[in-house]
């Protein structure tokens, strides 16, 4: 074999050589390394959105840490569930120490879950109203007022008023 001969033989042995080391080494290789690359980006997506999730339970029990201390007065403020006429006779007692006459009114056939529609009619001294109104917003339960209008108790004014309440009382179903 002449050198010429030799020199195609090596050059195309080296190029079959670079061709198989390219084809199953290189490119899958380059392949995998793509895949991977891709895997990594997902995870860090991933991981990113478990940081902000791990981040938002973190700031909502530390929300729930700072609002513990108030965990009493805030069950006290709604009605228990069964317990309404504990909240009645908080007002009738109201009413009694005030000297006004009260009637209450309940203008729903049906309650909701969570509340109780309450209308409240007061009949006394504009003082003496003015007390209850007070005594009735220093109530530990909470009694959300919507509206209060007040008029003259009768034809001919004697010095007693009507005083005419209207909201909801929150009732705890647990």
């Known amino acids: ?98 000297k006004v006459n009260q009637k209450l009114i309940n203008r729903s056939d049906q309650t909701a879950n969570d509340t109780l529609p309450l209308e409240v009619q007061v009949e006394g001294y504009f003082p003496d109203t003015l007390k209850y109104l007070r005594q009735v917003e220093k109530l530990s339960y909470y009694f959300n007022v919507e509206e209060v209008k007040f008029s003259s108790a009768g034809q001919k004014y004697d010095g007693q008023i009507k005083m005419f309440l209207s909201g909801k009382i929150f009732i705890d179903a647990n």
């Open 1 to 98: 074999m002449n050198i010429k001969n030799k020199f195609f033989l090596y050059l195309f042995a080296c190029l079959a050589v670079c061709a198989a080391i390219i084809g199953f080494i290189i490119i899958p290789t380059v392949n995998d390394i793509r895949k991977i690359s891709s895997m990594v980006t997902d995870e860090r997506a991933d991981l990113e959105k478990k940081y902000k999730k791990g981040q938002l339970l973190q700031k909502t029990i530390n929300d729930f840490n700072k609002i513990k201390p108030f965990e009493e007065r805030i069950n006290s403020i709604f009605v228990k569930k069964d317990h309404e006429l504990d909240f009645i006779l908080e007002l009738e007692k109201i009413a009694a120490e005030n």
